[in-house]
């Protein structure tokens, strides 16, 4: 059925690779294998509790890590199905692609990256512990009940994982996937935070319409049901029978200027959305250190104490982390 329906640019599960081979499944492809594991995993239910941009929002309206997910993962089949990609891979990559972000969204990354450069001089990238968590850190049982350490997913969906993120650069210039699908997931992520995050900052009172840069009004659209068409759109017209995921230029320009203007109003410490930020920011700061001296970790060598903290930390969901650091850092109502 693939070689039939799909573009000769997409990628068969036939030919996918684990690190370790199984035997394949009688009904799924290899790329639904690996999105019902992510699915069912832990680390996936705890995206439900993360911060995606406004730290633990009292509305019921505002994004979370797990509806990013969602809303990258529908932009990311809606480019695949038009392009005749896998969409498989892509729903797989998309699910996976931020199970390794901390608590409190990017604030978290940052103090969890500042933390290990200064104890180890070592980095901390939300991409790379997403793929150590499907390669290590989840479990799954094998047909004999066994526990097995990593969802062993394929290499074209941990290529993908590994590959998604590029920051607040420009839109083009990063390193590419192995696949398209990849690709896909990587413009999907950035059509879906781009918008939505506007959507939450308009809402949250935080932007005013009027403010948006009117290169972005006129190029992309009034509302975010506009822009996320005319994005998702433009990158299907311009990458079809190309074997690359491109923009235009007249609609990648007004979408380097929405995101220097979310850097600037959204994104930057100094804004008002932000200032919470750092007393999160101080807190996972705070949670490193102590759990270095912690008894839990004081038999692990220094690396691999602080990756051991790290995974501890980045695992934590918004609330978990509020809870543990009100625990053992503020002090307790006389009981007695």
């Known amino acids: ?15 996918a690779k684990r690190l ?17 594991r992510i699915i069912h995993s832990k680390s996936f239910r705890r995206l439900k509790h993360k911060t995606q941009v406004f730290l633990a929002p009292e509305g019921d309206h505002y994004r979370t890590r797990l509806t990013h997910t969602f809303e990258v993962m529908q932009i990311g089949r809606t480019i695949s199905r038009s392009l005749r990609l896998n969409e498989d891979l892509t ?5 996976a692609h931020d199970l390794g972000h901390p608590p409190f969204g990017h604030a978290g990354e940052e103090a969890l990256n500042e933390a290990v450069g200064k104890r180890i001089g070592g980095w901390f990238r939300h ?17 004999e009940g066994d526990k097995i350490s990593g969802l062993n997913l394929t290499l ?3 290529d993908g994982i590994l590959s998604h993120s590029k920051g607040l650069g420009p839109i083009e210039g990063f390193s590419k996937a192995s696949t398209l699908e990849g690709e896909v997931v990587k413009v999907a992520d950035q059509i879906a935070y781009l918008n939505h995050d506007l959507d939450d900052a308009i809402r949250a009172q935080v932007v005013v319409e009027k403010d948006i840069p009117m290169i972005v009004k006129k190029a992309l659209g009034n509302t975010t049901t506009a822009r996320i068409k005319t994005l998702v759109e433009d990158v299907v017209f311009n990458s079809k029978d190309k074997g690359e995921i491109i923009f235009s230029h007249s609609v990648r320009e007004p979408m380097d200027t929405l ?3 979310l850097k600037n109003c959204l994104y930057q410490p100094t804004s008002l959305a932000k200032k ?8 996972i700061l705070s949670l490193y250190d102590f759990l270095m001296e912690a008894e839990r970790f004081v038999n692990f060598a220094e690396d691999e104490r602080s990756q051991a903290v790290v995974d501890f930390i980045a695992g934590m969901t918004d609330r978990y982390a509020l809870s543990y650091y009100s625990e053992h850092f503020l002090p307790s109502p006389w009981k007695g």
């Open 156 to 158: 074209e969906v941990r």
């Open 127 to 143: 991409n790379e512990q997403s793929l150590r968590i499907v390669d290590l850190i989840e479990k799954r049982f094998s047909s």
């Open 91 to 95: 729903e797989a990559i998309a699910l």
């Open 276 to 283: 919470e930020e750092e007393k999160a920011r101080g807190m």
């Open 259 to 261: 995101k220097d203007f």
């Open 1 to 15: 059925m693939e070689d039939k329906i799909l573009s000769p640019w997409a990628a068969r599960s036939r030919q």
């Open 20 to 36: 370790f081979p199984e035997e394949e499944c009688v009904l799924r492809t290899a790329y639904q294998r690996d999105r019902d």
